[in-house]
């Protein structure tokens, strides 16, 4: 089983990143899938999740209207389009996926993203650094 983490890299401020992470050995089809991040000195930050039992998406408020996660079932992968990046966003970003039947559902969410410890004993990416900056 893997879960292989692909894109990232430094980009001027404005532009724009992809990252997908490719999964073997398990079908992303039952999974839900989110993307955290990591920066120095941070709390680590649920900044988009994917509910595959209803096809919801959930952001961070720091991310909305700027990042985006799609699946692919043909390719097995799930993706994050980051579009406008702000310095801010510089951090190593984890995708993770966990059985359906095994995440809080985004209406019992509140305000939250997802819950890392519903992802904790998924599958998770190597991560892949970001850095946002001229």
């Known amino acids: 089983v893997q879960f292989v983490e692909s894109g990232g890299g430094l980009v001027q401020p404005g532009g724009s990143l992809r990252l997908s992470c490719e999964a073997s050995?398990?079908?992303?089809?039952?999974?839900?899938a989110a993307w955290f991040r990591q920066a120095p000195g941070k709390e680590r930050e649920a900044v988009a999740s994917?509910?595959?039992?209803?096809?919801?998406?959930e952001y961070a408020d720091s991310v909305k209207g700027r990042f985006t996660i799609s699946t692919d079932n043909a390719k097995n992968t799930v993706s994050l389009q980051m579009d406008s990046l702000r310095p801010e966003d510089t951090a190593k970003y984890l995708c993770?996926?966990?059985?359906?039947?095994?995440?809080?559902?985004?209406?019992?969410?509140?305000?939250?993203?997802?819950?890392?410890?519903?992802?904790?004993?998924?599958?998770w990416g190597q991560g892949t650094q970001v850095t946002v900056s001229s």
């Open positions: 993770a996926a966990a059985p359906d039947y095994a995440v809080t559902p985004g209406k019992e969410l509140g305000n939250k993203v997802a819950l890392y410890s519903d992802y904790e004993r998924g599958y």
């Open positions: 050995g398990f079908s992303l089809k039952h999974y839900a």
């Open positions: 994917f509910d595959v039992l209803d096809g919801t998406t």
